[in-house]
Nanobody
Framework: QVQVVESGGGLVEAGGSLRLSCFAS????????MAWYRQAPGKQRELVAR???????DYENSVKGRFTISRDTAKNTVYLQMTSLKPEDTAVYFC?????????WGQGTQVTVSS
């Protein structure tokens, strides 16, 4: 069994910054990719950023230039540095960890950006 735990969410004013962390533990064969998703009230969950085993990254268009995903492979940890936050970034942020067998999800961490 694999556990994924996010941390670092909170309330921040527009223009501020937050850093999210995600730690995966348990019976992990090998991690193919780790990613951050978000879901705002009344909206579908969307991919925010992803980083592969090789270090390649992808970002949702609205966060390019503001968010940075990084990874500590030895610690099975992924980070999301968020800067220049906007009210529309308000959502529950979920971390996912994909190995050859499945994709595992955390419980989510709330990010609220006030205007």
């Amino acid at each position: 069994q694999v556990q994924v735990v996010e941390s670092g969410g909170g309330l921040v004013e527009a223009g501020g910054s937050l850093r999210l962390s995600c730690f995966a533990s348990g019976r992990i064969i090998s991690i193919n990719a780790m990613a951050w998703y978000r879901q705002a009230p009344g909206k579908q969950r969307e991919l925010v950023a992803r980083i592969t085993e090789g270090g390649s990254t992808d970002y949702e268009n609205s966060v390019k230039g503001r968010f940075t995903i990084s990874r500590d492979t030895a610690k099975n940890t992924v980070y999301l540095q968020m800067t220049s936050l906007k009210p529309e970034d308000t959502a529950v942020y979920f971390c996912s960890c994909a190995d050859p067998l499945s994709t595992y999800w955390g419980q989510g961490t709330q990010v609220t950006v006030s205007s």
